[in-house]
């Protein structure tokens, strides 16, 4: 179908275009970005025109953490809902990790998640295949077989590998091949609390989780990236001495990228409350200048990518007391407006708050399937996976208003809601409407 968005301010954080302009959409692909005074092709005839008045037209969004629950907890998620929500927050490429049940570390099991994703036609998906299998820390999975089923990268979710050896042979591997290993920097023995350690988890009698935990998990890391040269994506930094070690790692050369949650970057530990479990998020909330770290460090480049961290859980798992209520929050629709208002508070142009949701986690998936793909990128050519939002409209997030199947969120903190900037009034894939705002 011939698609023309009219009359938006069009942002391209990959090429810094910016610039009101008409866009032209055929067969899937951008083929003209027209500014003011520009005339489209003379062959193109829209067969439906978006007005944009307002509002501003970008890339569609790149989330690198997202839990779609399939196959194994659907009572939690489905493909369905889940892939609805990415698409009414603007979101046309995820990440799904391997945790799943059964765990992504056989080929068919790829296979059948990208084709179940494919028949309903909304967001693309990208699965990380385990980097063991069952995650169990022993045997490294077939990751050529893996990666020829559609896996773009290898993980071990949040199962911490005790074992250093494995992971130093995994890395060995993946270097030879030129794979990505994912990993959340997180010692198995010091991570099992539930609550920043600290004042606050100490007054209310909850578990520990102390910063040594991360940074542990990170020099050995590193030490094992500089034996390899191995290239690694940090998922999820949540620490001020992280984000120095990330700063170090990056400025003495080695492949590695991190990213940071919509949970980190706004909340901290004091955000618990009176035991709300809906706080109760891995990794854990942090104290304040953790929290202004990462704000900060997500603004100079240090970390790469602003993730959702999308994990949709039921009332049954978050109707329990806080240290045994299930960890996670729902996050896909809430990913933009999240961002933006990062950007709001830190002084940050729209351009790098667009930018961590584009164009650098699309260079984190670099290549996908062996092939260049101009996933992230807005330009002429290029497919045509577009966000149009309307950055003047508030909204409040509560239940009523998420389409995903999990309706718990720390931002839904109280019977109103947050108040967030942004809303989407249409989202395109591959060219094809897969959203748009009654």
């Known amino acids: 179908m011939n698609i023309l968005i009219q009359h938006g301010r069009v942002i391209d954080p990959a090429s810094g275009f910016d610039h009101p302009a008409d866009v032209a959409v055929v067969d899937g692909h951008i083929v003209a970005i027209a500014k003011a005074g520009e005339k489209l092709p003379a062959n193109f005839k829209a067969e439906q025109t978006i007005d944009a008045k307002g509002c501003i037209v970008a890339p569609g969004l790149v989330d690198l953490q997202v839990r779609l629950r399939e196959p194994g907890h659907e009572h939690e998620g489905m493909l369905a809902s889940e892939?609805?929500?990415?698409?009414?927050?603007?979101?046309?490429?995820?990440?799904?990790?391997?945790?799943?049940?059964?765990?992504?570390?056989?080929?068919?099991?790829?296979?059948?998640?990208?084709?179940?994703?494919?028949?309903?036609?909304?967001?693309?998906?990208?699965?990380?295949?385990?980097?063991t299998r069952g995650l169990k820390g022993e045997v490294l999975t077939?990751?050529?077989?893996?990666?020829?089923?559609?896996?773009?990268?290898?993980?071990?979710?949040?199962?911490?590998?005790?074992?250093?050896?494995?992971?130093?042979?995994?890395?060995?591997?993946?270097?030879?091949?030129?794979?990505?290993?994912?990993?959340?920097?997180?010692?198995?023995?010091?991570?099992?609390?539930?609550?920043?350690?600290?004042?606050?988890?100490?007054?209310?009698?909850?578990?520990?989780?102390?910063?040594?935990?991360?940074?542990?998990?990170?020099?050995?890391?590193?030490?094992?990236?500089?034996?390899?040269?191995?290239?690694?994506?940090?998922?999820?930094?949540?620490?001020?001495?992280?984000v120095e070690l990330v700063r170090a790692a990056k400025k003495e050369g080695l492949t590695v990228t991190a990213d940071v949650s919509i949970n980190s970057l706004h909340l901290s530990d004091h955000d618990i409350g009176y035991f709300d479990s809906r706080a109760r998020v891995t990794p854990v909330l942090r104290q304040q200048r953790d929290r202004d770290a990462l704000r900060a460090a997500l603004a100079d480049g240090?970390?790469?990518?602003?993730?959702?961290?999308?994990?949709?859980?039921?009332?049954?798992?978050?109707?329990?007391?806080?240290?045994?209520?299930?960890?996670?929050?729902?996050?896909?629709?809430?990913?933009?407006?999240?961002?933006?208002?990062?950007?709001?508070?830190s002084k940050v142009s729209v351009l790098r708050a667009l930018d961590v949701l584009t164009a650098q986690p699309a260079k984190v998936l670099g290549k996908v399937q062996g092939q260049s793909t101009s996933l992230g990128q807005l330009h002429v050519g290029g497919v045509a996976d577009l966000v149009v939002f309307d950055p003047a409209v508030e909204w409040r997030v509560t239940p009523d208003a998420l389409h995903s199947q999990g309706k718990h969120t720390p931002f839904a903190f109280d019977m109103t809601g947050m108040s967030l900037p942004a809303r989407v009034k249409a989202t395109l894939v591959a060219g094809r409407v897969a959203y748009q705002a009654a």
């Open 142 to 242: 077939e990751m050529s077989d893996l990666t020829d089923a559609g896996c773009v990268g290898f993980s071990q979710a949040e199962v911490p590998l005790e074992n250093t050896q494995v992971l130093q042979r995994a890395l060995q591997y993946a270097a030879t091949f030129g794979y990505t290993v994912w990993l959340r920097p997180q010692e198995m023995h010091l991570g099992k609390g539930v609550a920043a350690s600290g004042p606050l988890a100490t007054r209310l009698g909850l578990s520990g989780v102390p910063v040594a935990a991360e940074t542990i998990a990170l020099h050995t890391i590193f030490a094992l990236m500089r034996a390899t040269r191995a290239r690694v994506h940090l998922c999820r930094i949540s620490s001020a001495e992280g």
């Open 83 to 131: 892939l609805t929500a990415a698409v009414a927050g603007g979101v046309t490429s995820l990440v799904c990790p391997p945790d799943t049940d059964p765990v992504l570390d056989e080929p068919g099991l790829i296979e059948m998640l990208k084709f179940r994703a494919e028949k309903l036609h909304c967001a693309r998906v990208f699965p990380l295949g385990a980097l």
């Open 302 to 345: 240090t970390l790469d990518a602003l993730v959702s961290d999308h994990t949709p859980i039921d009332n049954d798992g978050k109707a329990l007391p806080f240290a045994e209520a299930e960890s996670g929050a729902t996050g896909l629709e809430l990913l933009l407006s999240l961002s933006l208002k990062w950007a709001q508070d």
